[in-house]
Nanobody, 118 residues
Framework: QVQLVESGGGLVQAGGSLRLSCAAS????????MAWFRQAPGKERAFVAR????????YYAEAVKGRFTISRDNAADTVYLQMNSLKPEDTAVYYC???????????WGQGTQVTVSS
């Protein structure tokens, strides 16, 4: 049974930092591309960042480029999202997702709340 469990969310002031973690189980983690998405109140779920298998190439949404960093530890079956210079508009539930091939995501976590106060 595939499980993705996020942690590390919380309340932080604008300009602060948080590090999210997503621990995976039940899948060959190193074979999967991993991603972070977020959903703000009243909005659709949106892509944040993605990290590929193999050479760990990364991609970011324009809104977070230069502030967020996605990384992975294949030995620990964990993907991270380091979030710096947080803004109130970063407030959302953050989800991690696993994808074996491009175009679809095979598993999702339950989400972790990030709230940035002004």
């Amino acid at each position: 049974q595939v499980q993705l469990v996020e942690s590390g969310g919380g309340l932080v002031q604008a300009g602060g930092s948080l590090r999210l973690s997503c621990a995976a189980s039940g899948l060959p983690f190193s074979a999967y591309r991993m991603a972070w998405f977020r959903q703000a109140p009243g909005k659709e779920r949106a892509f944040v960042a993605r990290i590929l298998q193999g050479d760990a190439t990364t991609y970011y949404a324009e809104a977070v480029k230069g502030r967020f960093t996605i990384s992975r530890d294949n030995a620990a079956d964990t993907v991270y999202l380091q979030m710096n210079s947080l803004k109130p508009e970063d407030t959302a539930v953050y989800y991690c997702a696993a994808s074996y091939s491009a175009g679809s995501y095979d598993a999702w976590g339950q989400g972790t709340q990030v709230t940035v106060s002004s």
